[in-house]
Each structure stands twice: as C-alpha cells, then as structure tokens.
C-alpha cells in the first residue's frame, strides 16, 4: 500500500513518516517546508520507499500529482499556531479548510479513498464535560483554528457520504517529543536559554491542560486506522493526566536546573482562544487495544532534552516567526 502523508516534515508527520517506512510501507511526504524541517526527514530520505515533494496544499496541480498510485492519505499539514490566529485571521481559512478541499479534490481524481486526518481538541471550545467524550455538544468556537479543524473534519464527513470516502479523525491535545518545535515547552526553553533569571506566563499560571507523546500519538493513530471499520471514525487521542501550566514550569525549570522569578499576565486564560482547561475521554480509542505509555511529566522532560541538544531548531523557529 502507498501512503501520502501531507506536513511530512513536520513534528508529528516525520515522526509517522518513520513509523509506516518502519512497517514496511511505501510512502510519499508533501510539505512546503514553512514550519517542517528538512533534518526531521534526513533518515527517511534514505529510504528508498520514501519519495518527498516539496509542494503547498494550495497548489491544486502538485496535489494531484503526488497523489499518483496513493491509497491512503494521512493529512497533518495545517496552520497550528492558536495563540497568533487573530493576527492573521486568513491563514487559517486558506491552509486548514481550503487545503482540505484541495487535498479531497486531489483524492477523488487520483482514486484514493482512505484518509486520516489530524484535527485537535481545539474543536471542543471551553466544554462542559470532563474528560470530554467525542459526542460531547460543540459548544462557541473560541479559536480561527478550532473552528477551521472544524469546519476540515465537517467536509471530510461530507466527502465520505458523497464520494464513498472511508475516514478517521483523530481529536489529539497537545503532543510533546523529540522534534517538537511549537508549543509551551518551546517558548518556555527558549525564553530560559535568553534569560535564566525570569519566565513570564501568559495567564495565571493554573490553566490545566493533557498532553501526550508523539510516539503515543502516532502508535494511537496506526491503532484506529488498522482495527476501525466505520466509514467515518471520531477518536480523541490524549491520556488520563492532566497538569497545570505550573506544574510543567517546575519539571522544565527542574531539568535546565534554573530558578527563575515568574510573572503573571493573569486570568483564567493566555490568549484569545487558550482553553481553560483541556482533558479528553479517550475511551473509545482505548477500546482498539491502544494505550499511551509515556506520562506527562516524563514528555516534558524527554522534549526539554531535545531541545537542549538541538540549539539550531531554537534559532531556526525564533528567526523564521511571522
């Protein structure tokens, strides 16, 4: 089977990549390399069941093209940046909603009809329900991103019904790992390695979040797509844990073996669209036989350690920020 994976280069999409060549998969990887890295891919390029293709999801004709002889699509390239949607409010309509339309298109002319998607549990709002179920209401979208991994998950329902598509979606929270390059831990070491003495945090400090490991995420993903037989399957994918923004502070503070004075932006919230709190029940995909095995605290650290031995991926994200 030929696989297309879309944000190859990516955090999450290099870490699959390596997964499927691993199980003996031949696999192509489209990225336009605007967040991916190209020494996240260095060994797949080895590979010589790995093809790579520099492409955008916007460019219709390069979709089409890759998509010669794929069978299943694995579709991760997005916009994720949550905290900075509001800056450029267009970014996320283009590269999460109308990439997924042109991706869909590129699918149902070249014959695939196998797709897994990574949507977020952005989608979810400030719920109700913890840990929050996939039948739990869509409350009021509180992020552009939340609500365009929406509106993306809403037009690949449509798609299977119409066009005989089989799919998963998959509703993670927050990945860490090697290779991460966007998120808390991130902006927290690199803010440390400028200034050990002091950490500003937006909000107070007590939002509560979940999070899970790459190579948990990636092993959860494999696990649905093999041993679910819907047409369309929902899936969360996170742990039982949950820690505070303070609490992750400590463990990252602990392992760079620094001090430093905190300060608060203060509230509930650190931006526009920062969830409260973010706890999924992830039963259902619990129920296929999966189950995370790295802890919180433990990816923290494991992400901290990569980024310590990986300056450049630091300097190469502080330069290339919008």
Request: aromatic content about 10%; some cysteine.
């Amino acid at each position: 089977m030929s696989v297309l994976v879309t944000g190859s280069a990516g955090f999450i999409g290099s870490h699959l990549v390596d997964r499927l060549l691993a199980g003996g998969f031949s696999v192509v990887g489209y990225d336009n390399f605007s967040t991916g890295q190209p020494e996240f891919i260095a060994e797949a390029m080895r590979n010589p069941r790995f093809r790579q293709v520099r492409g955008d999801l916007l460019d219709e004709d390069g979709l089409r093209a890759a998509m010669a002889d794929i069978d299943t699509v694995f579709h991760l390239a997005a916009n994720a940046d949550v905290r900075f949607g509001l800056d450029h409010p267009r970014r996320d309509l283009e590269q999460n909603v109308l990439g997924t339309h042109n991706l869909l298109e590129a699918m149902r002319a070249g014959g695939a009809r196998r797709l897994a998607f990574v949507s977020s549990a952005s989608v979810y709002g400030e719920p109700g329900i913890f840990p929050t179920p996939e039948d739990a209401p869509l409350p009021l979208q509180t992020s552009l991103y939340g609500a365009s991994k929406l509106a993306a998950e809403g037009m690949i329902e449509a798609y299977g019904e119409g066009f005989g598509f089989r799919s998963w979606i998959f509703r993670t929270v927050s990945v860490l790992g090697e290779r991460y390059s966007h998120g808390h831990v991130f902006d927290f070491f690199r803010s440390l390695s400028a200034d050990p003495a002091k950490l500003h945090v937006l909000g107070d400090g007590n939002q509560v979040k979940s999070y899970i490991h790459v190579r948990d995420c990636v092993e959860g993903m494999l696990t649905a797509v093999n041993r679910s037989r819907d047409k369309v399957s929902v899936f969360n994918v996170g742990t039982d844990e949950e820690c505070r923004v303070i609490d992750s502070i400590g463990w990252i503070t602990d392992k760079l073996g620094v001090k430093p004075r905190l300060t608060f932006a203060g509230g509930p919230r650190g931006w526009a669209g920062d969830s409260p709190r973010i706890l999924l029940d992830c039963s259902r995909l619990r129920a296929l036989g999966w189950r995370p095995e790295t802890t919180i605290r433990r990816g923290v650290g494991s992400t901290v350690e990569y980024l310590r031995r990986n300056p450049w991926l630091v300097e190469r994200r502080a330069a290339a920020r919008p």
